[in-house]
């Protein structure tokens, strides 16, 4: 591996490790009640260097979902030939509810269903969500075009993704077993999805994968 390989792959890990350690802190203790010098000095890091690769306290915890930021604009860019735009995030998040896939909601480790209590129940961390989930639907208007009607039709899809996934991991929390959720979280997604199908203009998106 390249010298530059190696120093990438170090910063992956340290990026994981520091946002693992605030994660447990974060749960142990309650959001607001760590700070970032208690961070660092768990990761054994100094403040200024936590703050350049975590340029806010939120984004610490955010870095759980960071992979997912721009997944549906992935899905739609690289969807085969003649499925539709709907059809390819439909079924993405389908398979992602057969697979148990957090990012869906339906998923009952106790680990994750802590994590989804921390982030939705953080005011601060909620506030942090909505600029994933506008570059979530930047990304995604880029993929369909970058005109008006790709930003009105990304954010309905990005939209449906997240409340679909709330509802699924309220129902968890709750205490419903996961299993009994699942055909209803088949069944609105089907339905919900379907609802959307014509939102993109026909062909939008068409043509070569672009690299998101």
Sequence with gaps: MSESGLRERKKRRTYETVSEIAIRLFLEKGFDAVS??????????????????FPAKEDLVLHGIADHETEAARVV???????????????????????????????DDPGVLAFHGLLYGTP????????????????????LGGDLDARIAAGQLIAVRRVLAEENWRRV?????????????VAAARRVFGGLEGVVPPGRGEGAARQV
């Design 77 to 107: 860019a690289g969807r085969a030939a003649g499925e539709s735009v709907v059809g390819a995030l439909r079924d993405h998040f389908l398979d992602g509810l057969a697979r148990r896939d957090p990012i869906t909601g339906l998923n």
């Design 173 to 185: 929390e709750a205490g419903e077993r996961v299993e009994d959720v699942y055909g209803d979280a």
């Design 36 to 53: 970032v010098a208690e961070i660092a000095a768990a990761a054994e890091i100094s403040k200024p260097t936590l703050f350049r690769y």
């Design 124 to 143: 601060s961390l909620v506030a942090r969500l909505y600029g994933f989930l506008e570059r979530s639907e930047a990304a995604l208007a880029e993929v």
